[in-house]
């Protein structure tokens, strides 16, 4: 079968930083280094903001229009009756849980703080100490949800790589992987709107670290 | 000289009240583990009253200075929070055993962070923002600069 492309630039390098940063976000809270925890959530929440809008206006692999699709769709997935390039109804499934409880995570660490008061994320001020206790508990819990997921979504490379012959790590690199002709292709997006992107995500994670001001 | 003078004095209250007085009960020694946790508890809670406040539009001194007292008060109860036998070994605590294996260390930092918290109550009553600001930033180096080698994780 032909390569064609599949996933644009912007997918690629959010993916690959995303999986950095939440595994540096670990390493740093681990070892005691919270200033650098929580530059790596704000890093990640600019991600996020990027992803979110370039999954409006990007690639049309990048768009969630083009990939959340009902139960009925994931039914067919499942029979084998699916030819589409990008996420399939039931990848993206996965894909949008991922998504969701990472923003919740970074949600919740915006409004975080440790027990001595010493390092707090950029909203927290707007919260009581008594409520940022509870945010604290919801945050490390929200972790492990993200852990079950990222757990679930390896496995399902792994599932694809070594039962069914499927090679999905390769595309999410080199953003290319042999189709099914009647697959169609990839619409690119345009490079100046993923700068517009990048720049509205910068500006909004800006505002939130200076604590969300009042305009 | 003077804060080596008190590092000296806090290893022997630290120490002293290991071998001087009695060994501690069973009971004595969680109920001064108990105090220790509320007390800290409540100086992070205060710490964060603190913060709030500095970095609001229009700080509201007299809860600033709630705040501060409160802190100072708690920093003088805490020369009693770790007499010899209230680790690990003893109960879940925070406390690292190197508390007692490094006694003139931890109570030189204590001190420190007593004096900072006196410090900082002092500006608080004077009432000048800026000095408040700087002081507040000096207790959080005395706070970390503890935590860092004497607490662990402790999840609560």
């Known amino acids: ?215 | 000289m003077r804060n080596l003078l008190f590092a000296v004095v806090g290893t022997v209250a630290l120490t002293g009240a290991g071998f001087a007085a009695k060994p501690l009960t069973k009971g004595q020694g969680l109920a001064i583990m108990h105090e220790r946790h509320e007390g800290m508890e409540d100086i992070g809670k205060q710490n964060k009253v603190v913060r709030r406040e500095l970095t609001a539009a229009s700080p509201n001194l007299a809860a600033v200075r709630g705040a501060t007292a409160t802190i100072a008060r708690h920093s003088a109860e805490a020369s009693h929070w770790f007499p010899a036998g209230t680790g690990p070994e003893l109960g879940k605590t925070g406390a690292k055993p190197e508390i007692w294996q490094k006694p003139q260390d931890f109570g030189g930092k204590l001190h420190n962070f007593q004096v900072a918290a006196r410090a900082l109550d002092a500006a608080a009553k004077a009432g000048d923002l800026n000095a408040i600001k700087a002081r507040y930033a000096d207790i959080g180096g005395t706070c970390k600069a503890c935590h860092d080698s004497y607490r662990t994780d402790m999840h609560h």
């Open chain 1, 1 to 215: 079968m032909p390569k064609q492309r599949v996933w644009d630039l912007p997918v690629r390098l959010t993916h690959w930083l995303l999986a950095a940063l939440i595994a540096f976000s670990w390493w740093s809270v681990k070892y005691d280094h919270i200033d650098w925890h929580i530059w790596s959530g704000i890093a990640i929440l600019t991600l996020l903001l990027f992803r979110l809008m370039w999954g409006v206006v990007g690639s049309s692999t990048a768009r969630f229009a083009n990939f959340v699709r009902g139960p009925k769709h994931v039914v067919r997935y499942l029979r084998g009756d699916w030819r589409g390039i990008g996420h399939s109804p039931l990848g993206a499934l996965s894909i949008l849980a991922l998504f969701l409880v990472t923003v919740v995570q970074v949600g919740l660490g915006l409004f975080n703080e440790d027990d001595d008061g010493l390092f707090a994320g950029p909203l927290a001020n707007h919260l009581s100490p008594d409520t940022t206790d509870k945010i604290r508990d919801l945050h490390e819990f929200n972790f492990y949800l993200l852990l079950g997921l990222i757990g679930l979504h390896v496995a399902a490379i792994l599932y694809y790589r070594l039962v069914r012959g499927k090679k999905l790590t390769k595309p999410m690199i080199t953003g290319r992987a042999a189709t099914d002709a009647a697959a169609g292709e990839m619409r690119p997006g345009k490079w100046w709107v993923a700068l517009i992107c990048l720049a509205v995500a910068f500006a909004i994670s800006r505002w939130v670290v200076a604590g969300a001001p009042p305009f």
